[in-house]
């Protein structure tokens, strides 16, 4: 098993994703003991594209469930395309064998995770807008790594257990037995300094004095009082971005005025406030 230095080098290098050093760690042995990694925190602070870096690091496939407050389980793992099958057997137009029910089995985001013949990263996101039936159920199938498939009386056993990335925007409390059953780590907004070495990775060129003046400014955007979505590092990144394609900024315009404020701001509400605020800072 790789060390937690490699880990931070092979995520910076290929995929510009910085951990720091209590997250490399946790995601280390989450892979050495086969526990899910169960990540919390506010949107936009990397939950998501931890998964999408681990995948590109190790050169792994990432499969992605997108949680849905009206998702099943059984959703997750597998389809029983009982539609098309009907009409298959009525119009006699399909190359498919009608009275194959597996033939009309298609996996879900799981199963797929579960059939693949090389190891794979299962990212589940956002596992706090599903119910407490779905998230302990989940847990009890990729404990014991297999399901069965009713329809064909059929055991579907894990290939490969797949590197488990579970993230919760802590909008509703997961269940206890849940917890229990995952390694944890909350990921809180980047520091300064952390965001400077963010910076850094995606923007190796940028002047030290650029970069000090567009975190600063961002952080005092950051703390507008009323604002309903704070901007999050992609909205920094996307913001530093946006003001290098403008060759007539200058750097120390950003003490008295913010452009391309609807890059950091996607809500009307906060983008008023956000003008209101450097109305006043100009007057």
């Known amino acids: 098993m790789f060390s937690e230095d490699y880990l931070q080098d092979r995520l910076e290098k290929g995929s510009r994703y910085v951990l720091d050093e209590e997250l490399a760690k946790i995601v280390r042995i989450s892979m050495a003991l086969e526990m899910p990694l169960l990540l919390k925190g506010e949107p936009g602070t990397g939950k998501t594209m931890l998964a999408h870096a681990i995948a590109e690091a190790l050169s792994m496939p990432l499969i992605v469930l997108n949680v849905k407050s009206s998702m099943k389980l059984i959703d997750a793992l597998y389809q029983y395309d009982t539609l098309t099958r009907l009409n298959d057997s009525r119009f ?11 033939e009309y089995i298609k996996m879900g985001k799981i199963g797929q995770a579960f059939v693949s013949d090389v190891r794979v990263v299962l990212l589940i996101d956002e596992i706090d807008k599903a119910d407490s039936d779905f998230q302990d159920d989940m847990l009890d199938v990729l404990d014991q ?5 009713i329809e064909i009386d059929k055991k579907i056993q894990a290939k490969h257990r797949p590197v488990i990335i579970i993230t919760s925007n802590a909008k509703k409390d997961l269940s206890e037995p849940f917890l229990g059953r995952c390694n944890f780590h909350h990921i809180a907004f980047p520091s300064p300094e952390m965001m400077r070495r963010i910076i850094r990775v995606h923007f ?7 970069m000090e003046n567009c975190i600063k400014c961002f952080y005092k955007m950051r703390q507008l009082p009323s604002i309903e979505k704070k901007p999050a590092t992609r909205e920094l990144i996307n913001w530093i971005r946006a003001i290098q394609t403008d060759p007539d900024f200058n750097p120390s315009t950003l ?5 391309y404020l609807g890059v950091l701001f996607k809500k009307s509400r906060d983008l008023e406030v956000a003008k209101n605020s450097m109305t006043k800072i100009r007057a």
């Open 255 to 259: 003490k008295r005025e913010v452009p």
């Open 92 to 102: 006699g137009d399909s190359k498919r064998d009608v009275s194959n029910i597996e």
């Open 145 to 149: 790594m297999e399901f069965d498939i």
């Open 204 to 210: 190796p060129d940028l002047s030290d004095k650029l």
